[in-house]
């Protein structure tokens, strides 16, 4: 019994660390990211995965419309956006 646990106990260990060291801390920036984009409102400033700073114009269950600085409007997948840096001022 106890050569037993001597072989599976480094395998364990091993499985415990890879966990606490990588996934739980991942999932944990994922629900951020989830709860991030899910708060954003008209007037935000975002920032998307391109590196496109804009605000947000409109927003739908899954899109969000950005306008950019010279009016242009875009529409974005919510997950295409990585930040919500602040609201704008004058909306």
């Not at 050569?3 to 091993?14: A, K, S, T």
């Not at 700073?53 to 956006?81: M, Q, Y």
């Amino acid at each position: 019994m106890e050569g037993i646990l001597y072989q599976v106990g480094p395998f364990i260990l091993l499985i415990a660390v890879f966990y606490f060291v990588l996934i739980r801390p991942q999932q944990k920036r994922q629900k951020q990211v989830q709860q991030m984009q899910a708060d954003m409102q008209k007037g935000d400033k975002v920032v998307t995965i391109g590196g496109m700073h804009a605000s947000v114009h409109a927003l739908d269950e899954g899109t969000v419309v950005l306008t950019v600085e010279d009016g242009t409007k875009l529409t974005f997948d919510r997950s295409a956006v990585r930040e919500v840096k602040a609201k704008e001022a004058n909306v």
